[in-house]
């Protein structure tokens, strides 16, 4: 493949360096850049609000040529006000994609990265949020054609969709009909639909589409960026176009210790990506993260030569979706192994089902016929909220009446081999607040209840529907109390979802992905409050593990029936992979 084995390592090269470098700093850069990192690739911009020359473009292509690097080429969709004109009101200098001069200028830009180039990406600044006259009249046009009342998400998807066609792919396939074009997707996938970013129609005219993976500091930053997005985001768009998501894009900016940006690495090469995009070389260059990553990636090769394809609760997030945004992160953060698709996994063992989800008109019909083949599903409380009035009664005996509660002590249904369920009371570590699913009993069972004073409410709820189990799980209010949910708890919630036989029992903030091949990595997160600890780790019909990074077999502490238990080391920040020895 490269460099490495299991994928390219690439990195991008913004226009404003492509325009003013020097022969002599460019060479002293990659000096630095290939002493640390085994580059693959680089994207190289000549457009990124100024073009750089044609002298310069060549020049830079041939310095990484002659070292063996692949060059391709790159697009970033902003632009200043056009000399003379009024400015309108543009987030980071994007288009407006009503203005013909700004249209003209993308149309020749395109055209002179497909003449340079047989390969381009276009970064994710590829949305618009512009809402100038043109704009609005636009907007108000499509939707009266189209019978929509209000709003701007379809007429920006179609908008967005038909630039892609007239701006950019046609005029680089006219100067060059070889040039392949890729659109890279930004990590903000609840907010695609209202700012025109549609995969659901790109995905049909790009060559291939690209994952942005960054999650940088999700406490002071504005974007609401959970780890496993690394790793969930990278699951979603392989499982939307198979084999056309080149890789996954990440950036050390607002990153403020080590480990917040080497998981981005870790999360998007667990998603086994076919490349890791550096953004970007000029700030990679004289970086301390350069040398602790390639540390890292050689480590990280070595586990996906043993790691096979990614496996686990498969969640549905329809194309243009939004709701309970990236709760199923939070729930990859804290030992469920899940991966997304824009599709209706049918034929998945287990499924979950969020908000989100509600957005298809035909997700009862759907969980209908997937419970009754035998299914498992786990839904969030926000996804009853959603279909409260398609019939979801049918389902289960669960109603939301919009009363809120507040818990700091738990009530655990245990399941042991020998049928018993004795019940377990952990305190929480502090109180959190969730909606209140009121159930019938004995038509639904609660197999964890948070509790209040005399009373208590389901936290975990159970159904039975044809052959299928459906279970709720009750969404805090602010999804990060997820982590003050005590480990028993949590080690409960996740044993009703075991992946190839292979569940977790212990703390928050640990992060299990499975994959197909009797393999599984563990990864516990570097956050405030975490500490090491040790994670049992129940698999069926296991006799040993063998760890991949250390070369030496695991002895099961003991037996539960037909699941050996497996005490692992959990220390924050470091991953490890295992093979199960049968």
């Excluded at 949020?129 to 009249?137: E, I, P, S």
């Amino acid at each position: 493949m490269g460099n490495y084995r299991n994928f390219k390592l690439t990195t991008y090269f913004v226009a404003q360096a492509t325009a003013r470098i020097t022969e002599e700093e460019l060479e002293k850069q990659l000096d630095f850049m290939q002493k640390h990192l085994k580059l693959d690739k680089v994207y190289l911009e000549p457009w990124r609000g100024l073009l750089a020359s044609e002298e310069q473009v060549e020049m830079v292509k041939h310095a990484f040529e002659k070292r063996g690097i692949e060059v391709a080429g790159g697009l970033t969709t902003v632009i200043p006000t056009p000399e003379g004109d009024e400015p309108k009101a543009r987030l980071f200098d994007t288009f407006c994609y009503n203005d013909e001069k700004m249209l003209q200028k993308l149309t020749e830009v395109s055209e002179f990265i497909g003449k340079h180039f047989d390969e381009f990406i276009i970064d994710d600044f590829f949305f618009t949020n512009c809402t100038c006259d043109a704009c609005r009249k636009g907007r108000d046009a499509f939707n009266a054609e189209h019978g929509i009342r209000a709003g701007w998400q379809a007429y920006r998807l179609a908008l967005l969709e038909k630039v892609s066609r007239e701006n950019i792919i046609g005029p680089a396939k006219a100067v060059n009909p070889n040039c392949k074009i890729t659109i890279k997707y930004p990590n903000w996938a609840e907010s695609y639909q209202e700012t025109g970013y549609n995969p659901a129609g790109q995905r049909k005219i790009f060559d291939r589409i690209y994952t942005g993976t960054e999650t940088r500091d999700p406490v002071t930053t504005d974007q609401h960026l959970p780890r496993y997005l690394s790793f969930s985001l990278m699951t979603y768009f392989e499982s939307m176009w198979p084999d056309h998501n080149g890789g996954g894009w990440f950036d050390h900016f607002d990153t403020h210790i080590t480990e917040q940006y080497l998981e981005q690495a870790y999360l998007t090469v667990f998603s086994r990506p076919k490349e890791l995009m550096l953004f970007c070389f000029q700030s990679m260059y004289d970086n301390m993260y350069s040398p602790a990553l390639g540390f890292q990636l050689e480590r990280l090769d070595r586990i996906m030569d043993v790691a096979g394809n990614p496996v686990g609760m498969q969640c549905y997030l329809p194309d243009n979706c939004q709701g309970e945004d990236n709760v199923q992160d939070f729930l990859g953060m804290n030992g469920l192994p899940v991966l997304c698709t824009p599709y209706f996994p049918e034929d998945a063992e287990q499924i979950l089902l969020t908000r989100s989800a509600a957005y298809d008109p035909e997700i009862l019909t759907r969980l209908d016929a997937f419970l009754q083949k035998g299914g498992t599903a786990l839904v969030t409380t926000g996804f009853w909220e959603g279909v409260q009035d398609r019939g979801y009664e049918n389902f289960t005996s669960i109603r939301l009446r919009g009363r809120r509660v507040t818990a700091d002590r738990y009530r655990i249904e245990q399941k042991k081999p020998d049928g018993r369920a004795p019940w377990l009371f952990p305190g929480g570590k502090r109180p959190i607040s969730f909606p209140v699913a009121e159930y019938r009993n004995n038509a639904t069972w609660a197999v964890v209840k948070g509790m209040h004073e005399e009373e208590s409410y389901g936290l975990l709820l159970q159904d039975w529907y044809g052959k299928g189990i459906l279970w709720t799980i009750a969404v805090p209010d602010a999804f990060p109390d997820f982590y003050r949910i005590p480990a028993p708890a949590w080690s409960r919630i996740r044993q009703a979802f075991p992946v190839k036989g292979i569940w977790l029992e212990g703390e928050p903030r640990i992060s299990l992905f499975v994959y197909d091949n009797d393999t599984f990595v563990m990864y516990p997160y570097v956050m405030e409050g975490v500490q090491r600890t040790e994670a049992k780790v129940h698999v069926k019909g296991a006799k040993a593990l063998q760890s991949v990074l250390w070369k030496r077999d695991i002895e099961p502490a003991y037996m539960e029936g037909d699941k050996a238990v497996f005490l692992l080391d959990a220390m924050p920040g470091k991953y490890e992979c295992y093979r199960v020895i049968r």
